[in-house]
């Protein structure tokens, strides 16, 4: 399991979109507030390896490919620890 | 917007994994319970359109294809407002 600190720290800027409490700012983005932590990891690399495609893809893929293993389970371990 | 009461008569499929509670089963799938509505359509449109590949989107992809856009809507509405 990732640790939930150190997500934090590069979380930042998944913030603009996913909401600083997790909630989305924009009804078209999901909330990742209390998410399984395993699915975050699976769509973080999905996205990484251009498996999700099409609008929001194009802005997620980037985004996850400035994450290597550790932060990925890091960034899943906070937003689904989040209450 | 969508009809959740429609919604909820062909949700019983997704909560074999997703779970009658919108809360997954099994740590990988993601919880739907309060995901925002938009969101919703657009995942289940992006599986339908292939736009989602990879190990659970070979799940997701034939049950999306299963649905028109009434029932992606209704769906969506179902498990967005649960509370």
Same mark, same amino acid.
């Given at each position: 399991? &990732? ?10 800027? #998944? =913030?603009? #979109?996913? &909401? ?7 009804? &078209? *983005?999901? %909330?990742?507030?209390?998410? +399984? /932590? @395993?699915?975050?990891? +699976? ?5 990484? +390896?251009? /498996?999700?495609? &099409? ?5 997620? @893929?980037? @985004?996850?490919?400035?994450? %290597?293993? %550790?932060?990925? $389970? %890091?960034? =899943? $371990? *906070?937003?689904? @620890?989040?209450?």
């Amino acid at each position: 399991a &990732g640790d939930a600190a150190a997500g934090k720290a590069k979380a930042a800027v #998944c =913030s603009a #979109c996913h &909401g600083a409490d997790g909630i989305a700012v924009i009804p &078209g *983005y999901p %909330n990742l507030k209390g998410q +399984n /932590e @395993q699915y975050l990891v +699976n769509s973080l690399k999905a996205y990484k +390896n251009k /498996e999700r495609t &099409g609008a929001m893809a194009m802005m997620m @893929q980037p @985004q996850a490919a400035m994450l %290597n293993d %550790n932060d990925i $389970a %890091n960034v =899943s $371990a *906070y937003f689904s @620890q989040m209450k």
